[in-house]
Nanobody, 123 residues
Framework: EVQLVESGGALVQAGGSLRLSCAAS????????IGWFRQAPGKEREGVSC????????YYADSVKGRFTISSDNAKNTVYLQMSSLEPEDTAVYYC????????????????WGQGTQVTVSS
């Protein structure tokens, strides 16, 4: 059974930091890219960051560049999203998702999704 389980969401003050985790199982982790997406109330889901497990290539949305860092521990089948200098605009449910091989911002290309973890940034 394929599973993606996010954790690490919390309530944090503006300027603070959080680390989200995405633990994957049930598929060949090394052959997949893992993306982080977020969805704020009343807004569409948007891509935040992505890492290709095969070659370690990383990608970031302009809104989070320089503040968020994605990393992967292939031995643990886990991807992390380190978020710093958090802003109220970062408040959303954060999802991780998996697709084969390469990163993409296109949501339909992701085969597997986690249940999401809530991040709330207070001003």
């Amino acid at each position: 059974e394929v599973q993606l389980v996010e954790s690490g969401g919390a309530l944090v003050q503006a300027g603070g930091s959080l680390r989200l985790s995405c633990a994957a199982s049930g598929f060949t982790f090394d052959d997949h890219a893992i993306g982080w997406f977020r969805q704020a109330p009343g807004k569409e889901r948007e891509g935040v960051s992505c890492i290709s497990s095969s070659d370690g290539s990383t990608y970031y949305a302009d809104s989070v560049k320089g503040r968020f860092t994605i990393s992967s521990d292939n031995a643990k089948n886990t991807v992390y999203l380190q978020m710093s200098s958090l802003e109220p605009e970062d408040t959303a449910v954060y999802y991780c998702a998996a697709r084969t091989r390469f990163c993409s911002w296109l949501i339909p290309g992701y085969n597997y999704w986690g249940q999401g973890t809530q991040v709330t940034v207070s001003s």
